[in-house]
């Protein structure tokens, strides 16, 4: 009785002397009759313990060092079960001792029994803490049919911690958390090899749980995300865990009737096991990580960063099926489920298998929005050239595992029926030669692969690979010496696929297109090539080119032209029109040694050549000229070519691309007035600018939006944005007023895609940049003016302004003018502001109200908008606006003026002059 005593005093020093034990009452299990020999059953005694503590309003049941032979413990609410150091809580070899049926006290007459060494139900403010173990002596239960006892089970339980304990051997699942919320569990230790399904740790169906400082090796899958119900897994945070598995280290899948949302997994080691032989899975393991959703349900919000992955058979997994597994009573079969918006980000995974990664959904049902970023992954290689041409099974019910299709045709990824994908900063290697393709895009559509770094192996089928992809651009890629084939287009559905700013210098053959492929499905724009650049080639003879004669191209940003035939001096061609629904005029090209000759240009089709001929360039775009009309005959011009100029270009007006703004942007450096952010990326991934330009320390008086390029070919209006600006942050009276007074925003490339890519913009299928201002929009840069503008203007935008240009000639198409608003509020202001413009002219460019088209005149109808809404009409409808309006800078000629760069920067000056005096104005 002495030793009893000392032993519960010691234990309760112990217990008080913890700074994580806190105040609560205390019940050591030895006070209840259990015996730490191992050998006596100390369930009924645990038991009693628990029930004590929970019938005295809760505290701590204190298990001090020993073994504890036990059968299936019931966890009540307000209890903490503390676990000291050097303690092993015993799972029973008997079946008996499991799963005993017990009233549960948050329900009356509602009874529950589960297999488990600790269990609970509809439970609130649990834990289970401490530095001991709880073993489950699962090898007694190895089969893989009937119950078997799980370590951990609690069920729809609230603010729960599993805090520092050891977890080892169960029968089944290490620890299973079903529909519980507020759920933490940080810094245990998980070994599982002894049975079968041996997981590490299940969340399934749980809300607010926080995963961290775990170490979790287990036969079956490590850290396992399921949703067994129609409830999904929500708000999940993962991180700074070491994990192994003979299967899946970390997933979330297999199970996924409610899905998975708001998911964080972050700072994680992941590994092959090390110290056990494997029962259920490979001894390497299958995935790294598995992102599944098979059952319906939804795949939304998921962002995984910093793993660090060694030694299993496939790094990264990720598949939309449908088995469509039944979790509910009366549950109808689900539809196919939803996988989007996922991010992945800084992945180092090494010694994987030869089987390669996939991203795949099923035809109809597109993964989407996925982004993969900072990824170095090596694999074994030694894939073969028969294997990359493999046809690979859509297998929609089959159970999802990284395996399921074999060795894939990509040794790196292998992606198919995928919306909006990117590949951003991809380094693969392989152990051995490899003659696979690296990447497979099979169905994808929207997609962006930017500095892909890849072997290539003697005779391997082609670096990247496009199956009836379409909307694709491959970009910043640099193959390595020895690469015979860079790009293979396969399939009738392959369209709009851009190779731009590649380096393919050391490339044998840029691309091979299938005879299957339309022509023009590959764009080639401003690719470093060497000697490869025109080894683009099909099955079939394409179009010659006269040998040491003249090229003719526009593989450049911007570029847009195709080259119908060449007649001896007499070059044939039309504006590519692309996704354009009618006729438009938009084309730039340039010709390469033609030096000494005299070329006529003729355009076939309408004609696109404006009032003063071609532009021109013979120093790559830096400076322009007009060629003047007397050159110009209906549709085609002539040029003579200087002996001193490699290369001269043509475009039907005057350029203006990210480079022109770039250089404008150096300028202002280090302006404190000028501020460039990022509006949003593009659905090609190029970075669109918002300009904050004036008074940005402090709250402004006024507030303006400018925007350009809603269609992408309109660049004169860009030249008369960048002379606007230049006069607020020139040292002017002018430029002070502004920035005390005023802030601009201003987004100077609206359809940044259609202006790098020498897009017409205007007039695309299904609707143009500015048709996308009702509904839902369909373009990110839209999508974003349209939530950040009201943030930023916080209900004073004081003038909305969108710089446009009209068609190339003809009535009121050379002459500058405002459009009239349908509002006639806003018609009034515009009216005050044209006033004004008029009587601010200090550049050479004239501008008379006459010209402005009011509302319900020419083109200007509710016929020509239809049920679509433009900037401008989006503008007026924001809060405290005072003026909006949509002015148009002809292409060539503005009266009898010449358009130049100049005059076109000055009239932009013209146009912040007008804006301060229409500020300083009455309302």
Same mark, same amino acid.
């Given at each position: 009785?002495?030793?009893?005593?000392?032993?519960?005093?010691?234990?309760?020093?112990?217990?008080?002397?913890?700074?994580?034990?806190?105040?609560?009452?205390?019940?050591?299990v030895l006070?209840?009759?259990?015996?730490?020999?191992?050998?006596?059953?100390?369930?009924?005694?645990?038991?009693?313990?628990?029930?004590?503590?929970?019938? &005295? +309003?809760? $505290?701590?049941?204190?298990?001090?060092?020993g073994t504890?032979?036990?059968?299936? @413990? /019931? =966890? !009540?609410?307000?209890?903490?079960?503390?676990?000291?150091s050097?303690?092993?809580?015993?799972?029973?070899?008997?079946?008996?001792?499991?799963?005993?049926?017990?009233?549960?006290?948050?329900?009356?007459?509602?009874?529950?029994?589960?297999?488990?060494i600790?269990?609970?139900?509809?439970?609130?403010?649990?834990?289970?803490?401490?530095?001991?173990t709880? &073993? +489950?002596? $699962?090898?007694?239960?190895?089969?893989?049919?009937?119950s078997?006892p799980?370590? @951990? /089970? =609690? !069920?729809?339980?609230t603010?729960?911690?599993i805090?520092?304990?050891?977890?080892?051997?169960?029968?089944?699942?290490?620890?299973?958390?079903?529909?519980?919320?507020?759920l933490?569990?940080?810094?245990i230790?998980?070994?599982?090899?002894?049975s079968?399904?041996?997981d590490?740790?299940?969340?399934?169906s749980?809300?607010?749980?926080?995963?961290?400082?775990?170490?979790?090796d287990?036969?079956?899958?490590?850290?396992?995300?399921?949703?067994?119900?129609?409830?999904?897994? !929500?708000?999940?945070?993962?991180s700074?865990?070491?994990?192994?598995?003979?299967?899946?280290?970390?997933k979330?899948?297999?199970?996924?009737g409610?899905?998975?949302?708001?998911?964080?997994?972050?700072?994680?080691?992941?590994?092959?096991?090390r110290y056990?032989?494997v029962?259920?899975?490979?001894?390497?393991?299958?995935?790294?990580?598995?992102?599944?959703?098979?059952?319906?349900?939804?795949?939304?919000?998921?962002?995984?960063?910093?793993?660090?992955?060694k030694g299993?058979?496939?790094?990264?997994?990720?598949?939309?099926?449908?088995?469509?597994?039944?979790?509910?009573k009366?549950?109808?079969?689900?539809?196919?489920?939803?996988?989007?918006?996922?991010?992945?980000?800084?992945?180092?995974?090494?010694?994987?298998s030869?089987?390669?990664?996939?991203?795949t959904?099923?035809?109809?049902?597109m993964?989407e929005?996925?982004?993969?970023?900072?990824?170095h992954?090596?694999?074994?290689?030694?894939?073969?050239?028969?294997?990359?041409?493999?046809?690979i099974?859509e297998?929609?019910?089959?159970?999802?595992?990284?395996?399921?299709?074999?060795?894939?045709?990509?040794?790196?990824f292998?992606?198919?029926?995928?919306?909006?994908?990117?590949?951003?900063?991809?380094?693969?290697?392989?152990?051995?030669?490899?003659?696979?393709?690296a990447?497979v895009?099979?169905?994808?559509?929207?997609?962006?692969?930017?500095?892909?770094?890849?072997?290539?192996?003697a005779?391997?089928?082609?670096?990247i690979r496009c199956t009836?992809?379409?909307?694709?651009?491959?970009?910043?890629?640099?193959?390595p010496?020895?690469t015979e084939?860079?790009?293979?287009?396969?399939?009738?559905q392959?369209?709009?696929?851009?190779?731009?700013?590649?380096?393919?210098?050391?490339?044998?053959?840029?691309?091979?297109?299938?005879?299957?492929?339309?022509?023009?499905?590959?764009?080639?724009?401003?690719?470093?090539t060497?000697?490869a650049?025109?080894a683009?080639?099909?099955?079939?003879?394409?179009?010659?080119?006269?040998?040491?004669?003249?090229?003719?191209?526009?593989?450049?940003?911007g570029?847009?032209?195709?080259?119908?035939?060449?007649?001896?001096?007499?070059?044939?061609l039309?504006?590519d029109l692309?996704?354009?629904?009618?006729?438009w005029?938009?084309?730039?090209?340039?010709?390469?040694?033609?030096?000494?000759?005299?070329?006529?240009?003729?355009?076939?089709?309408q004609?696109?050549?404006?009032?003063?001929?071609?532009?021109v360039?013979?120093?790559?775009?830096a400076?322009?000229?007009?060629?003047?009309?007397?050159?110009?005959?209906?549709?085609?011009f002539?040029?003579?070519f200087?002996?001193q100029?490699?290369?001269?270009?043509?475009?039907?007006?005057?350029?203006?691309?990210e480079?022109?703004?770039?250089?404008?942007?150096?300028?202002?450096?280090?302006?404190?007035?000028?501020?460039?952010?990022?509006?949003?990326?593009?659905?090609?991934?190029?970075?669109?600018?918002?300009l904050?330009?004036?008074?940005?320390?402090?709250?402004?008086?006024?507030?303006?939006?400018?925007?350009?390029?809603?269609h992408?070919?309109?660049?004169?209006?860009?030249?008369?944005?960048?002379?606007?600006?230049?006069?607020?942050?020139?040292?002017?009276?002018?430029?002070?007023?502004?920035?005390?007074?005023?802030?601009i925003?201003?987004?100077?490339f609206v359809?940044?895609?259609?202006?790098?890519?020498?897009?017409?913009?205007?007039?695309?299928?299904?609707?143009?940049h500015?048709?996308?201002?009702?509904?839902?929009?369909?373009y990110?840069?839209?999508?974003?003016?349209?939530?950040?503008?009201?943030?930023?203007?916080?209900?004073?935008?004081?003038?909305?302004l969108?710089?446009?240009?009209?068609?190339?000639?003809g009535?009121?198409?050379?002459?500058i003018?405002?459009?009239?608003?349908s509002?006639?509020?806003?018609?009034k202001?515009?009216?005050?502001?044209a006033?004004?413009?008029?009587?601010?002219?200090?550049?050479?460019?004239?501008?008379?109200?006459?010209?402005?088209?009011?509302?319900?005149?020419?083109?200007?109808?509710?016929?020509?908008?239809?049920?679509?809404?433009?900037c401008?009409?989006?503008?007026a409808?924001?809060?405290g606006?005072r003026?909006v309006?949509?002015?148009?800078?002809?292409?060539?000629?503005?009266?009898?003026?010449?358009?130049?760069?100049?005059?076109?920067?000055?009239?932009?000056?013209?146009?912040?002059?007008?804006?301060?005096?229409?500020?300083?104005?009455k309302?």
């Open positions: 009785m002495l030793r009893k005593t000392l032993l519960t005093l010691l234990s309760l020093i112990c217990l008080n002397g913890s700074a994580t034990m806190g105040a609560d009452k205390k019940y050591n006070d209840f009759g259990a015996r730490p020999d191992g050998k006596t059953l100390c369930t009924q005694a645990i038991q009693k313990t628990v029930d004590q503590c929970a019938k &005295d +309003g809760g $505290g701590t049941v204190y298990f001090p060092a504890w032979l036990t059968g299936t @413990i /019931y =966890l !009540e609410s307000h209890v903490t079960l503390w676990l000291d050097g303690c092993v809580l015993l799972g029973s070899k008997e079946k008996k001792d499991y799963g005993r049926s017990r009233e549960l006290s948050s329900v009356e007459g509602e009874t529950f029994s589960y297999w488990g600790i269990a609970g139900k509809n439970l609130k403010n649990i834990a289970i803490r401490g530095r001991g709880i &073993d +489950g002596q $699962g090898s007694n239960f190895k089969y893989k049919n009937g078997r799980k370590n @951990i /089970y =609690l !069920e729809n339980c603010d729960v911690l805090e520092g304990i050891r977890l080892r051997n169960a029968g089944s699942w290490m620890q299973h958390y079903r529909k519980c919320e507020r933490t569990i940080r810094n230790a998980v070994f599982n090899h002894v079968y399904n041996n590490g740790l299940n969340i399934d749980c809300r607010d749980v926080t995963i961290n400082g775990c170490v979790v287990s036969d079956d899958d490590g850290i396992v995300l399921k949703s067994l119900s129609l409830t999904p897994c !929500e708000n999940i945070t993962i700074d865990c070491v994990v192994s598995s003979h299967c899946n280290s970390i979330m899948g297999t199970e996924s409610g899905g998975f949302q708001n998911i964080t997994i972050a700072n994680c080691a992941i590994c092959s096991p056990s032989k029962i259920y899975g490979r001894q390497r393991g299958l995935a790294g990580l598995a992102l599944e959703i098979v059952d319906g349900g939804t795949l939304d919000r998921v962002t995984v960063s910093n793993l660090t992955i299993v058979t496939v790094p990264i997994f990720m598949r939309l099926g449908d088995r469509a597994r039944l979790y509910e009366d549950q109808s079969k689900p539809d196919v489920g939803t996988f989007r918006n996922v991010i992945v980000s800084n992945i180092v995974a090494t010694e994987c030869s089987v390669g990664c996939s991203i959904g099923l035809p109809g049902h993964i929005n996925v982004t993969l970023s900072n990824i992954l090596a694999f074994e290689g030694s894939g073969t050239r028969e294997e990359a041409s493999r046809r099974a297998k929609p019910d089959s159970y999802p595992e990284s395996t399921m299709f074999g060795t894939l045709p990509a040794y790196g292998f992606c198919r029926h995928v919306k909006d994908l990117k590949l951003q900063n991809l380094r693969l290697e392989t152990t051995d030669p490899d003659r696979r393709h990447i895009f099979d169905d994808v559509n929207e997609a962006v692969l930017d500095d892909l770094e890849a072997p290539f192996a005779e391997a089928a082609g670096m009836n992809s379409q909307n694709v651009c491959i970009r910043h890629c640099r193959p010496n020895g084939l860079f790009f293979d287009l396969q399939g009738p392959t369209k709009n696929i851009l190779l731009l700013c590649n380096d393919l210098g050391l490339t044998g053959q840029i691309a091979y297109m299938n005879p299957d492929v339309p022509e023009s499905a590959l764009i080639l724009q401003a690719n470093h060497g000697d650049e025109t683009t080639s099909t099955d079939e003879t394409p179009p010659p080119v006269p040998s040491g004669a003249f090229i003719i191209d526009s593989v450049f940003p570029g847009n032209s195709i080259v119908n035939r060449i007649e001896g001096d007499t070059v044939y039309r504006p692309r996704d354009t629904s009618t006729w005029f938009y084309w730039y090209f340039r010709v390469r040694g033609a030096a000494g000759r005299t070329l006529a240009f003729q355009f076939e089709g004609n696109p050549i404006g009032t003063q001929g071609p532009a360039s013979t120093d790559a775009g400076t322009w000229s007009w060629l003047g009309p007397k050159a110009v005959q209906k549709s085609s002539k040029y003579t200087d002996a100029h490699k290369e001269v270009r043509f475009c039907f007006s005057i350029p203006y691309l480079a022109n703004l770039h250089e404008f942007l150096s300028r202002y450096t280090d302006n404190p007035y000028l501020a460039v952010r990022q509006l949003c990326h593009t659905r090609k991934g190029r970075t669109v600018e918002r904050h330009v004036g008074k940005l320390k402090s709250a402004p008086k006024y507030r303006i939006l400018l925007t350009a390029r809603h992408a070919c309109e660049m004169i209006a860009s030249y008369s944005l960048e002379g606007l600006l230049e006069a607020v942050l020139a040292d002017t009276d002018l430029g002070r007023w502004f920035r005390d007074n005023v802030e925003m201003a987004i100077p359809d940044k895609d259609g202006v790098e890519d020498g897009d017409q913009g205007k007039n695309r299928k299904p609707h143009d500015n048709r996308d201002y009702a509904g839902d929009s369909i990110p840069s839209i999508r974003a003016i349209r939530q950040f503008v009201p943030q930023w203007s916080r209900g004073q935008l004081d003038v909305v969108d710089l446009h240009c009209p068609y190339i000639r009535t009121n198409n050379e002459e003018y405002l459009v009239g608003s509002n006639p509020v806003i018609w202001q515009q009216q005050n502001f006033a004004i413009l008029e009587t601010v002219k200090t550049g050479p460019l004239p501008y008379s109200s006459k010209n402005n088209i009011p509302f319900g005149t020419a083109w200007n109808t509710t016929k020509n908008y239809g049920k679509h809404k433009t401008s009409r989006w503008g409808e924001q809060s606006v003026l309006s949509t002015i148009e800078i002809p292409y060539a000629n503005m009266g009898k003026s010449i358009v130049s760069v100049d005059n076109a920067s000055a009239f932009g000056r013209d146009l912040a002059l007008a804006l301060r005096h229409y500020l300083e104005s309302p």
